[in-house]
């Protein structure tokens, strides 16, 4: 679990909270707002995007929260295993060893060099998959993006809206404030949407996509070491590459 997006998002909702203080809390409930920001925001972007991949935000939304971070190190030690063991006995030999790897990406790419197949080729396969992998990741954060651009938007709809209501109220003064109500709240609530939810989880799934996608790179370097029958020191120097200078200290200690 990611602590880091739980309390940033409630540290946020809090933080206005308090700003706005428990007294006037009422004051900033409007549901006329909240249909126009959330209905427009959403009706919005089923039109940008198709239905299907509306319906999945919600679990690309809990990846900034749940999410098993592949670690570059642990998988250069499996490499480095791979590597001694293929030395030794020949690259067969990890035929039993890949059964009991959860990464399915590392698996595909060990049985590939397990299969014959030449390193050219190992390397086109895997990049394609990489590359399709991104572009899957891409559209989920893309989705919130999206939201986020939508929301200050249909935010100031809204404030049109009550600002129209309230020109063409002006004799009748008691409704003056319901209309300066939903002009305001409207810009409030898109910028709540935008800042606080959307465009945040869309940084942290980039970010965890960018991760993820330079540890395939690595596995994709360890594949293609193995399937040459590279000396297992070479491995470890080349694979080295992908860590920070402090972390390939760490390894070498």
């Known amino acids: 679990m990611d602590i880091a997006t739980i309390l ?32 427009g925001t959403m009706g919005a972007t089923m039109i940008n995007y198709p239905l299907k991949e509306i319906l ?31 030395r030794r006995e020949g690259i067969l030999s990890l035929e039993g060893d890949i059964k ?15 299969d014959g197949l030449e390193p050219n080729a190992i390397r086109e396969i895997m990049e394609t998959e990489i590359n399709y992998t991104m572009n899957r990741h891409k559209l989920g954060a893309d989705i919130f993006t999206t939201i986020g651009t939508f929301a200050p ?13 309230m020109l063409q109220s002006m004799e009748d003064p008691s409704s003056i404030g319901p209309a300066m109500a939903v002009a305001l709240l409207t810009t409030f609530y898109g910028a709540i949407l935008a800042n606080i939810i959307c465009m945040p989880v869309a ?20 594949v293609l070491s193995l399937s040459s029958g590279e000396n297992p020191r070479i491995v470890e120097q080349k694979l080295a590459c992908f860590l920070p200078p402090k972390q390939r200290e760490l390894a070498e200690d």
């Open 8 to 39: 940033g998002v409630v540290g946020s909702f809090v933080l206005v909270v308090l700003a706005i203080g428990p007294s006037g809390l009422g004051a900033f409930i409007n549901v006329p707002s909240l249909i126009i920001v959330v209905g």
């Open 56 to 86: 999945g935000i919600v679990g690309v939304a809990m990846k900034t929260v749940f999410a098993k971070e592949a670690s570059a190190k642990d998988t250069i030690a499996k490499f480095m295993d791979f590597a001694q063991k293929a």
């Open 100 to 114: 009991e790897l959860e990464d399915e990406f590392m698996k595909k790419g060990i049985q590939l060099a397990i």
């Open 153 to 165: 938007a249909l935010g100031m709809v809204g404030t049109l809206i009550g600002l129209v209501q």
């Open 203 to 222: 940084g942290k799934l980039k970010m965890r996509s960018s991760q993820e996608m330079e540890v395939r790179e690595l596995v994709v370097e360890g």
